[in-house]
C-alpha cells in the first residue's frame, strides 16, 4: 500500500502487514472473506461491512491478545491506524518530563464501541491509566464491556456524557481543583453531515462508512470540534499537559494549525498518521513547553520526506525476533568501541535508542581487509570456499579507508544517527541517516559492517 511506508516507525504492521492466509487458519470466521487473484495472492474486499469488524477482532485477539466485541452497527477501528496514533502519543509523552511517582493519565474523548485506544495503550504501557468518554448509549454499553472482558476495569474508566450543544468536551471531567491529565486524545466525527460524507468519500460504502450517524458527524465537522477543544484547553492550560486531536481533512488540519499557532505561549506539534492510501494529520499543543524536550518531539517520515527532499534516505535492516533491545545495543556499543567511533546518547528507553556517531576514519575497512586476508590464508591452507561471505569494496571505500576526503567535506568523515527501536512485535530494527548526502556512501559501507558483525552476534 502507498503510505505504508510512512506508517510509524514501531508500528509492526509498517513491514508486516496481516498476513490473510494465515489469519484465515486460526481464525476459521474470517476465511470465508478470505480471496484469491489469479496468481494467488490472497485479499479480502474491505467493502464488505463484516470484514473490518472480523479483521479488527482476530488482529486485536492475535497481536494484542486482546478479546473484543464490536456491534455490527457502529463503527469498526481498523488496528493499525489506532496503533500509530498511541505510538505517536507515546513519544509525546516521552518527550515530556514527569513527577517520579506519577502515573501517566490519558482522556480519550469519544472512545467507540471497542474502547481501542485505551485497550491498545493499555498493552504497551501497563503503567498507564484512561479515562475514556462516549456519547452513544450503544458503544459506552460495549466499550465498558470490553473494558471487563479483558480485566482492564482497575486501569481504564468509561464515562458516559450527555449528547447536548453544551456537554463539554474536557471541562466535566474536572470537579476537584487538583484533578489533572498528562495527555487527551481525541478521535472525533469529522464530517458536518450526511452530503458532506458522500462528497468525500463517495456513495460506495468503503470501510469508513460503516460508522453510525453520532460517530462520523458532528455540528461543523472535525473543525469545530477541534475550535471546542481549544476553547476549553484556553481555560485548563497547564491541567493538561498535552491537548492532542486527529483531524480527518487537510483542510481542517491546515486551518487549526494556522489559528493555533499565532499564540506564543502553546507549543504546537504536528504528526501525519499514514496507512493504506489514507492520512489523516495529528495536532498536539501544550501550554507546558518548561516540561518539554522539543528535540525529542516526533516528526513523521512523511513530514522529513516532504519538508526536506534533500534528505538523505536512511538505511533500515531488522534482526531477529526474540532479542531484547538492551542486548543489541550492548553490542553495537561493543563494536563501535572497537571501531574507534565515538557517540551520544540522544534516547534511551526501553523501546528506543537514538545514538549521533561521529567517525574520523573508516576502520571498518582496514578490519575487514584483515579478516579477509584471514579467511584467503585459511582457504590456502585447505579451508572452504563455500564459507568465505566476502563483501566486495567499492573505490569509494577504498579511498575513504586512506581516509582521503572528497572536497569540501569537514574533517570528520562521517556523522550520523542510529536509530535502534523495538516495535510492538518485538522486532529490532537498526536505521542509520546522515544529512549530509556526500557521507552516504561511507555510512552504506559502516552499516554493511555491523550488520554482519550484529547478526553474526546473534547466531
Ligand atoms: N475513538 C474511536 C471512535 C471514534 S468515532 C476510534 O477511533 O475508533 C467518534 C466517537 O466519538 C463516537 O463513538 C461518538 O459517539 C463519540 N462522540 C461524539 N461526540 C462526542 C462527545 N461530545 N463526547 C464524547 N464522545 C463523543
Same mark, same amino acid.
Given at each position: ?137 450503544? #458503544? ?303 555510512? #552504506? ?15
Amino acid at each position: 500500500m502507498a503510505l505504508n511506508k510512512h506508517m510509524h516507525p514501531r508500528n509492526g504492521y509498517k513491514d508486516n502487514p496481516p498476513d490473510f492466509i494465515e489469519l484465515s487458519k486460526q481464525y476459521p470466521e474470517f476465511k470465508p472473506y478470505v480471496k484469491y487473484n489469479p496468481n494467488g495472492k490472497a485479499f479480502v474486499n474491505f467493502r464488505i461491512p463484516s470484514v473490518v469488524r472480523i479483521l479488527t477482532k482476530c488482529l486485536l485477539h492475535k497481536d494484542f491478545e486482546l478479546d473484543v466485541d464490536l456491534p455490527s452497527d457502529r463503527l469498526s477501528p481498523t488496528v493499525p491506524s489506532r496503533l500509530n496514533y498511541i505510538l505517536w502519543i507515546e513519544d509525546l509523552l516521552n518527550a515530556t518530563s514527569q513527577e517520579f511517582t506519577k502515573q501517566r493519565h490519558i482522556v480519550d474523548i469519544g472512545t467507540g464501541s471497542a474502547c481501542i485506544y485505551p485497550l491498545l495503550g493499555m498493552r504497551n504501557n501497563p503503567d498507564w491509566k484512561f479515562t475514556a468518554t462516549e456519547i452513544d448509549s450503544l #458503544n459506552f454499553k460495549n466499550a465498558v464491556n470490553n473494558i471487563e472482558k479483558n480485566s482492564l476495569k482497575s486501569s481504564i474508566k468509561v464515562l458516559k456524557v450527555d449528547k447536548s450543544a453544551t456537554t463539554s468536551l474536557l471541562l466535566h471531567l474536572f470537579q476537584d481543583a487538583n484533578d489533572g491529565f498528562d495527555l487527551c486524545m481525541c478521535n472525533p466525527p469529522f464530517f458536518n453531515d450526511s452530503s458532506e460524507i458522500e462528497t468525500k468519500i463517495g456513495p460506495i460504502a468503503n470501510s469508513s462508512c460503516h460508522a453510525n450517524d453520532v460517530e462520523s458527524i458532528t455540528d461543523g465537522g472535525d473543525l469545530a470540534f477541534a475550535h471546542k477543544l481549544f476553547e476549553e484547553s484556553l481555560e485548563l492550560k497547564q491541567k493538561v499537559t498535552w491537548y492532542t486531536i486527529l483531524m480527518g481533512k487537510k483542510s481542517s488540519f491546515v486551518t487549526f494549525k494556522k489559528q493555533i499557532s499565532k499564540y506564543s505561549e502553546i507549543l504546537v506539534t504536528t504528526y501525519e498518521f499514514c496507512q493504506g492510501r489514507t492520512i489523516r494529520w495529528g495536532i498536539g499543543w501544550s501550554f507546558c513547553s518548561d516540561m518539554i524536550t522539543e528535540s525529542k518531539l516526533p516528526r513523521s517520515s512523511l513530514q522529513n520526506a516532504t519538508k526536506n527532499s534533500e534528505v538523505v534516505k536512511p538505511i533500515t535492516f531488522s534482526l531477529r525476533k526474540t532479542l531484547e533491545l538492551n542486548y543489541v545495543y550492548d553490542s553495537l556499543k561493543r563494536e563501535l568501541s572497537i571501531l574507534g567511533i565515538s557517540f551520544m546518547e540522544i534516547e534511551n528507553n526501553k523501546n528506543l535508542v537514538i545514538l549521533k556517531l561521529q567517525c574520523e576514519k573508516c576502520n571498518w575497512v582496514h578490519i575487514r581487509r584483515r579478516s579477509r586476508k584471514r579467511k584467503l590464508d585459511g582457504v590456502c591452507n585447505g579451508g572452504s570456499v563455500k564459507n568465505l561471505n566476502l563483501i566486495e569494496e567499492s573505490p569509494l571505500t577504498k579511498n575513504h579507508s586512506d581516509c582521503t576526503l572528497p572536497n569540501g567535506v569537514a574533517s570528520t568523515l562521517l556523522q550520523c544517527e542510529v536509530t535502534i527501536l523495538k516495535d510492538f512485535f518485538d522486532h529490532i530494527k537498526l536505521q542509520f541517516k546522515t544529512e549530509i548526502r556526500i557521507q552516504k556512501e561511507v555510512m #552504506n559501507t559502516l552499516v554493511v559492517y555491523l550488520k554482519r558483525i550484529l547478526l553474526s552476534d546473534i547466531t
